[in-house]
C-alpha cells in the first residue's frame, strides 16, 4: 500500500484533528503548506509559535495576550451590567451587535454532566466573585447562552447560585428570537442583537 512521506504524513495527521477538517481536506491542506515557499511555513511556525503568548483574561476569562484583555482595560465601559457567555467566540459576535457596553465574563463551556462537565469545570466561582466584589455595582447579569439543554441547566444553576451570593442582580437571557436549540454563534448581528434588547428576566 502506497503512504505519503513520513514527514508529509505525520502534518496531515496533524491537520486532520483540528476541529471540522476531515482527512481529505487534510491532504489537500497539509500539500498546500508542503508546496507553498519557505518563507511562508517559516512565517506560519513563529504564528504558532507566538500562540503560547495568548493566555486568559484574569479578570473575565476572554482570551487576551496579557493579564488583563483589551475589553477589560476599557475604563469607560457600562459597570452596571455584565454579560455572561460559552466561549471567546462569542464576545467577537456580542460585539459586533453594537448592543451591549457592558463587561464579559467567560464560563468556557456548559454544565453537561454527560460529557463530565460539571459546574466545578466552569468559571462559574469566579463569576460569583466578581458580582460579590463588585459590591452592588453589577446590576445584571445577561446570561447570553444558548437556549439548549445544556444552556438551560447552566442558566438555572447560576440563577439559583446568585440567589445566595448577590440577591438583588437581575439575572435576564436573551429573547428566544434565536430559533430553539441554535447556537449564538451562527446567529446574525441583527437577530443576536434584537435577542439583547429584548432579553427577559428569569
Ligand atoms: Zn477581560
Do not use: W
Not at 38 to 49: A, G, H, S
Not at 168 to 181: E, H, N, S, Y
Amino acid at each position: 500500500m502506497y503512504n505519503y512521506p513520513y514527514k508529509l504524513q505525520k502534518l496531515i495527521n496533524e491537520v486532520s484533528r483540528l476541529p471540522g477538517i476531515g482527512p481529505k481536506m487534510a491532504e489537500r491542506i497539509a500539500l498546500y503548506i508542503m508546496k507553498r515557499e519557505p518563507e511562508y511555513t517559516e512565517n506560519f511556525k513563529e504564528i504558532l509559535d507566538g500562540v503560547k503568548d495568548i493566555t486568559l483574561c484574569t479578570r473575565c476569562f476572554n482570551v487576551s495576550d496579557g493579564n488583563i484583555c483589551s475589553i477589560c482595560a476599557e475604563d469607560n465601559r457600562d459597570r452596571l451590567i455584565m454579560c455572561v457567555l460559552e466561549s471567546p467566540e462569542d464576545v467577537v459576535m456580542v460585539e459586533r451587535t453594537g448592543k451591549f457596553k457592558g463587561y464579559y465574563h467567560i464560563l468556557h463551556g456548559l454544565i453537561n454532566p454527560l460529557n463530565n462537565m460539571l459546574a466545578e469545570n466552569l468559571r462559574i466561582r469566579e463569576l460569583c466573585d466578581r458580582v460579590k466584589g463588585s459590591n452592588g455595582e453589577i446590576k445584571e447579569l445577561i446570561l447570553a447562552i444558548n437556549h439548549t439543554v445544556e444552556g438551560d441547566a447552566t442558566a438555572l444553576y447560576i440563577s439559583e447560585l446568585m440567589k445566595e451570593y448577590a440577591a438583588g442582580v437581575k439575572i435576564t437571557r436573551l429573547a428566544k428570537g434565536l430559533p430553539t436549540g441554535s447556537d449564538i454563534k451562527y446567529a446574525d448581528e441583527i437577530t443576536l442583537g434584537q435577542a439583547i434588547v429584548e432579553r427577559k428576566e428569569m
